[in-house]
Nanobody, 126 residues
Framework: QVQLVESGGGSVQGGGSLLLSCKAS????????MAWFRQAAGKEREGVAFVATGGANTGYADSVKGRFTISQDNAENTLYLQMNSLKPEDTAMYYCAAGNTYGIVYTRGNSHYKYWGQGTQVTVSS
């Protein structure tokens, strides 16, 4: 079992940047595929950025491609989301998630993510 704690959210003007961090309680490098999801008020949770077990492969939602970068520091057991050129529509609660379903090393489906953080709020003003 792994516990996840997000930080780095806040309020920023459109065009600004934020770096989200997700500290894991255990070794994430070779055991978990990970992702960032977000949920805006009144909307369903959506996947934003994904990284395969080990960190070699990444993927992004079309809405953030070219603006957001997911990365992980295995030595620090920390997942990051660098968010640049932020837009008001990026406003949401952002969640870090991890999964280790047997046979899966990369997935965009939130049903395969077993462990979730408590979330960190990102608010982008126009």
């Amino acid at each position: 079992q792994v516990q996840l704690v997000e930080s780095g959210g806040g309020s920023v003007q459109g065009g600004g940047s934020l770096l989200l961090s997700c500290k894991a309680s255990g070794d994430i490098g070779s055991r978990y595929y990970m992702a960032w999801f977000r949920q805006a008020a009144g909307k369903e949770r959506e996947g934003v950025a994904f990284v395969a077990t080990g960190g070699a492969n990444t993927g992004y939602a079309d809405s953030v491609k070219g603006r957001f970068t997911i990365s992980q520091d295995n030595a620090e057991n920390t997942l990051y989301l660098q968010m640049n050129s932020l837009k008001p529509e990026d406003t949401a609660m952002y969640y870090c998630a991890a999964g280790n379903t047997y046979g899966i090393v990369y997935t965009r489906g939130n049903s395969h993510y077993k462990y979730w953080g408590q979330g960190t709020q990102v608010t982008v003003s126009s």
